[in-house]
Protein backbone atom coordinates (compact mmCIF):
# COMPACT_ATOMS: atom_id res chain seq x y z
CA UNK A 1 0.00 0.00 0.00
CA UNK A 2 0.60 3.47 -0.76
CA UNK A 3 0.22 6.43 1.25
CA UNK A 4 -1.52 9.56 -0.11
CA UNK A 5 0.22 12.56 0.33
CA UNK A 6 -1.42 15.60 -0.79
CA UNK A 7 0.48 18.89 -1.11
CA UNK A 8 -0.42 22.53 -2.63
CA UNK A 9 0.05 23.24 -6.15
CA UNK A 10 3.62 23.83 -6.64
CA UNK A 11 3.72 26.14 -10.10
CA UNK A 12 6.96 24.21 -10.90
CA UNK A 13 5.40 21.37 -12.13
CA UNK A 14 4.73 22.58 -15.77
CA UNK A 15 8.14 22.63 -16.09
CA UNK A 16 8.92 19.41 -15.04
CA UNK A 17 6.54 18.23 -17.11
CA UNK A 18 8.24 20.00 -20.34
CA UNK A 19 11.10 19.01 -19.41
CA UNK A 20 10.04 15.32 -18.97
CA UNK A 21 8.36 15.43 -21.90
CA UNK A 22 11.00 16.16 -23.80
CA UNK A 23 13.42 13.68 -22.48
CA UNK A 24 10.56 10.97 -23.39
CA UNK A 25 9.92 11.87 -27.02
CA UNK A 26 13.82 11.82 -27.40
CA UNK A 27 13.84 8.57 -26.43
CA UNK A 28 10.79 6.70 -27.67
CA UNK A 29 10.77 5.40 -30.90
CA UNK A 30 9.83 7.91 -33.92
CA UNK A 31 6.39 7.90 -34.92
CA UNK A 32 5.08 5.89 -31.96
CA UNK A 33 4.01 8.86 -30.15
CA UNK A 34 0.46 10.71 -31.33
CA UNK A 35 0.17 12.95 -28.58
CA UNK A 36 1.08 14.11 -24.98
CA UNK A 37 -0.46 16.16 -22.44
CA UNK A 38 0.07 17.00 -18.92
CA UNK A 39 -2.66 15.38 -17.02
CA UNK A 40 -4.65 15.07 -13.32
CA UNK A 41 -4.27 17.61 -10.89
CA UNK A 42 -0.51 18.73 -11.18
CA UNK A 43 -1.76 20.29 -14.48
CA UNK A 44 -4.42 22.27 -12.62
CA UNK A 45 -3.07 25.61 -11.20
CA UNK A 46 -4.16 26.02 -8.15
CA UNK A 47 -5.20 22.21 -7.27
CA UNK A 48 -3.76 20.26 -4.45
CA UNK A 49 -1.68 17.51 -5.69
CA UNK A 50 -0.34 14.27 -5.05
CA UNK A 51 3.49 15.39 -6.37
CA UNK A 52 4.05 13.21 -9.08
CA UNK A 53 3.49 14.12 -12.06
CA UNK A 54 1.26 12.37 -14.41
CA UNK A 55 1.85 12.25 -18.25
CA UNK A 56 -0.12 10.72 -21.08
CA UNK A 57 0.73 9.40 -24.42
CA UNK A 58 -1.49 8.87 -26.70
CA UNK A 59 0.11 6.04 -29.41
CA UNK A 60 -0.30 4.53 -32.08
CA UNK A 61 -0.39 1.26 -30.95
CA UNK A 62 -0.13 -0.26 -27.51
CA UNK A 63 1.25 -3.40 -28.49
CA UNK A 64 3.93 -1.41 -30.47
CA UNK A 65 4.73 0.66 -27.60
CA UNK A 66 4.50 -2.90 -25.78
CA UNK A 67 7.66 -3.65 -27.50
CA UNK A 68 9.28 -0.63 -28.44
CA UNK A 69 8.78 1.40 -25.58
CA UNK A 70 9.59 -0.63 -22.56
CA UNK A 71 13.58 -0.38 -23.01
CA UNK A 72 13.77 3.33 -23.26
CA UNK A 73 11.72 4.31 -20.51
CA UNK A 74 13.45 1.76 -18.04
CA UNK A 75 16.82 3.56 -19.32
CA UNK A 76 14.96 6.84 -17.99
CA UNK A 77 14.70 5.69 -14.75
CA UNK A 78 10.93 4.30 -15.32
CA UNK A 79 9.54 1.06 -13.77
CA UNK A 80 7.02 -0.77 -16.00
CA UNK A 81 4.36 -1.85 -14.29
CA UNK A 82 3.80 -5.53 -16.68
CA UNK A 83 0.96 -6.95 -14.57
CA UNK A 84 -1.30 -3.44 -15.27
CA UNK A 85 -5.19 -5.22 -15.40
CA UNK A 86 -6.17 -2.46 -17.91
CA UNK A 87 -4.24 -4.52 -20.85
CA UNK A 88 -5.07 -1.40 -22.98
CA UNK A 89 -2.98 0.98 -21.40
CA UNK A 90 1.08 1.05 -20.42
CA UNK A 91 1.52 2.22 -17.10
CA UNK A 92 5.32 3.57 -16.16
CA UNK A 93 6.15 4.88 -12.55
CA UNK A 94 9.60 6.91 -12.06
CA UNK A 95 11.05 7.16 -8.38
CA UNK A 96 9.78 3.69 -7.04
CA UNK A 97 12.69 2.50 -4.29
CA UNK A 98 14.93 1.77 -4.42
CA UNK A 99 16.17 3.85 -7.32
CA UNK A 100 15.00 6.57 -5.57
CA UNK A 101 12.51 8.01 -2.63
CA UNK A 102 9.52 8.63 -3.94
CA UNK A 103 7.54 8.80 -7.45
CA UNK A 104 8.21 11.80 -9.48
CA UNK A 105 6.02 10.68 -12.86
CA UNK A 106 3.88 8.26 -14.17
CA UNK A 107 3.34 7.94 -17.36
CA UNK A 108 0.36 6.05 -19.31
CA UNK A 109 0.19 4.95 -22.61
CA UNK A 110 -2.81 4.71 -24.54
CA UNK A 111 -4.16 4.35 -28.31
CA UNK A 112 -6.76 7.44 -28.66
CA UNK A 113 -9.61 6.47 -27.02
CA UNK A 114 -12.93 8.17 -25.13
CA UNK A 115 -10.98 7.45 -21.77
CA UNK A 116 -8.23 9.47 -23.23
CA UNK A 117 -10.61 12.28 -24.48
CA UNK A 118 -12.23 11.98 -20.77
CA UNK A 119 -8.81 12.51 -18.70
CA UNK A 120 -8.29 15.29 -21.06
CA UNK A 121 -11.69 17.02 -20.55
CA UNK A 122 -11.82 16.72 -17.13
CA UNK A 123 -8.89 18.77 -16.81
CA UNK A 124 -9.70 21.77 -18.79
CA UNK A 125 -13.00 21.75 -17.19
CA UNK A 126 -10.56 22.33 -13.63
CA UNK A 127 -8.70 24.79 -15.62
CA UNK A 128 -11.47 26.63 -16.26
CA UNK A 129 -13.69 26.59 -13.42
CA UNK A 130 -11.88 27.86 -10.29
CA UNK A 131 -15.49 26.56 -8.21
CA UNK A 132 -15.19 23.13 -9.68
CA UNK A 133 -11.63 23.46 -8.32
CA UNK A 134 -12.45 24.31 -4.74
CA UNK A 135 -15.11 21.23 -4.83
CA UNK A 136 -12.38 18.92 -6.16
CA UNK A 137 -9.56 19.70 -3.63
CA UNK A 138 -12.60 19.19 -0.54
CA UNK A 139 -13.28 15.65 -2.12
CA UNK A 140 -9.79 14.96 -1.96
CA UNK A 141 -8.61 16.34 1.23
CA UNK A 142 -11.45 14.60 2.60
CA UNK A 143 -10.46 11.14 0.55
CA UNK A 144 -6.98 11.77 1.79
CA UNK A 145 -7.92 11.22 5.36
CA UNK A 146 -10.26 8.55 4.71
CA UNK A 147 -7.90 6.33 2.47
CA UNK A 148 -4.42 7.61 4.31
CA UNK A 149 -2.58 4.33 3.40
CA UNK A 150 -4.11 3.10 -0.24
CA UNK A 151 -3.91 5.08 -3.19
CA UNK A 152 -5.86 2.90 -5.03
CA UNK A 153 -8.63 3.35 -2.68
CA UNK A 154 -8.39 7.05 -3.26
CA UNK A 155 -8.48 6.87 -6.36
CA UNK A 156 -11.31 4.49 -6.92
CA UNK A 157 -13.02 6.81 -4.57
CA UNK A 158 -12.71 10.23 -6.55
CA UNK A 159 -13.97 8.19 -9.93
CA UNK A 160 -17.81 8.71 -8.88
CA UNK A 161 -17.17 12.62 -8.61
CA UNK A 162 -15.03 12.54 -11.62
CA UNK A 163 -17.79 10.95 -13.81
CA UNK A 164 -20.63 13.53 -12.51
CA UNK A 165 -18.35 16.02 -13.85
CA UNK A 166 -17.78 14.78 -17.31
CA UNK A 167 -21.71 13.86 -17.41
CA UNK A 168 -22.82 17.60 -16.57
CA UNK A 169 -20.26 18.86 -19.13
CA UNK A 170 -21.46 16.35 -21.60
CA UNK A 171 -25.01 17.31 -20.75
CA UNK A 172 -24.42 20.71 -20.96
CA UNK A 173 -22.98 20.42 -24.39
CA UNK A 174 -26.04 18.63 -25.31
CA UNK A 175 -27.35 20.26 -28.87
CA UNK A 176 -24.61 21.97 -29.72
CA UNK A 177 -24.26 21.56 -33.42
CA UNK A 178 -26.94 20.06 -33.87
CA UNK A 179 -29.17 20.88 -37.23
CA UNK A 180 -32.18 23.20 -36.03
CA UNK A 181 -35.39 21.49 -35.49
CA UNK A 182 -37.88 21.26 -38.11
CA UNK A 183 -40.63 23.28 -37.58
Given at each position: ?????L????????????????????????????????????????????????????????????????G????????????N???????????????????????????P????????????????????????????????V????????????????????????R?????????????
Amino acid sequence: MDEVELVSHDPAWAALYEAEADRLRAALPEGLVLRMEHFGSTAVPGLLAKPVIDILVAVSSVEEARETAVGPLEALGYAFWAENPRRHRLFFVKGLPPRAPRRTHHVHMIEPSAEMWDLLLFRDILRADPEEVARYAALKRELAVRHREDREAYTEAKAAHVAAVLAQARGSAAGVGDPPAAP
